[in-house]
């Protein structure tokens, strides 16, 4: 039983606020805020009469702490879940040390200005140090570990699918199949078609800026980098056939390699069409994937963030979008002496998804797990002081509610596995 307020009304927001409505128990009553006050109201409308949370809304703009402030200690929640952008990580981690409340988030953080010579600093000197080059990484969350601890708060760390039930799925595969995992393999496939030549399932910067980076992957205590796109396996996906993958750097191996003791080599695949990386090709090409300003016609403007402005909004695209998604991971180890390879994996289809809750199955994908971590942690079920990513809870409670709410997982004991 609680109080929550959940910063954004987004895509994602908005799967994870209709979750938390189907869970009324936890959540008793929920603020929907972010700067655009009537998209939340929107959304209040929408579900108020359908669930016996109690919906309220608010305006903040969080990237301002003091705001963020104010908000939390007249609403008073008992958590905040951060699912507006990576870019506000830090200010919404701040204002709840500030008011003693638990944080949840979806995404690690990232500098909304990567120019910033202060930040760029930092960042060049990680570059060298650890050897990848994404502008995400935990370092900046993980570095609140000893003031969560102290004020006795937990701040919950990728809780969506990819980081997120991707973590939990190699923490019970850990539990419940091996005695050592040697390695992950992290297959993120989308089958669905919004029939768009061009279109992002979630938000297009924050997107076409992971897709577009160098690879990487982990292997023998250190990274590897590869150029963007460089590794492509083919693999045939259960429930979805046969696609291209290719191996990205992803924010969970990150933690994974920190957290599954012994772990060799972790990689992270998704599935692009041919059009989609001609398009991004192009588009990067003549410098509209850009974050650095331009000057144009005497006004200021973020090539990527024009480019947003041009592309579908990704929430339109449930209603279109046919097909299946398949996400899971292949694990590889030992078991009493030995060998074995599992992959634990779910399915979602599109268009049940556009049924269920109005989004499509990215946005569901995301939305689910967030209500999830976020129950877990309300429910004091996952409540332990400190900055923590989700393998490091036991699984099995998530995995439970992954079933109930959503999320059906299936393990297969004899799957194809990945050159
Ligand atoms: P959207 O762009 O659809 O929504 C972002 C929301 O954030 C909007 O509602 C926006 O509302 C709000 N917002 C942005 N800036 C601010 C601000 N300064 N103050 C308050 N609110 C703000 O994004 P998605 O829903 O697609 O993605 C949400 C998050 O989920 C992202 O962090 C993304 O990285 C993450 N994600 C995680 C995945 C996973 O598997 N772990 C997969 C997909 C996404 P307004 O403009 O009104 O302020």
Partial sequence: MGRLLIIGCGGVASVAIHKCCQNSDTFTEICIASRTKSKCDALKEKLEGTTKTVITTAQVDADNVEELKALINSYKPQAVLNVALPYQDLTIMDACLACGVDYIDTANYEPEDTDDPEWRAIYEKRCKDEGFTAYFDYSWQWAYKERFEKAGLTALLGTGFDPGVTSVFSAYALKHYFDEIETIDILDCNGGDHGYPFATNFNPEINLREVSANGSYWENGHWVETKPMEIKRVYDFPQVGEKDMYLLHHEEIES?????????????????????LTHMKCLENVGMLSTSPINFEGKEIVPIQ??????????????????????????????????????????????????????????????????????????????????????????DPYMDMLNRYGLPWVVDENPQIVE
């Avoid at 390699?257 to 772990?263: C, D, H, R, S």
């Avoid at 024009?306 to 996400?327: E, H, Q, W, Y």
Wanted: proline share 6%; charged share 20%; glycine share 10%.
């Fill in 256 to 276: 994974l390699a920190k957290n599954i003791p012994g772990v060799k080599r972790i990689r992270f695949f998704m599935t692009f069409g041919q059009s989609y």
């Fill in 306 to 395: 024009f480019l947003k402005a041009l592309l579908p909004d990704p929430a339109s695209l449930g209603p279109r979008t046919v097909g299946k998604t398949n996400i899971g991971c292949i694990c590889t180890g030992t078991k009493d002496g030995k060998k074995k390879t599992i992959y634990i994996y779910n399915v979602c289809d599109h268009q049940e998804c556009y049924r269920e809750v109005g989004s499509q199955a990215i946005s569901y994908t995301t939305g689910v797990p967030a209500m999830i971590g976020t129950a877990l942690v309300m429910d004091k079920v996952w409540k332990k002081p400190g900055v923590f990513n989700v393998e490091e809870f036991d699984p």
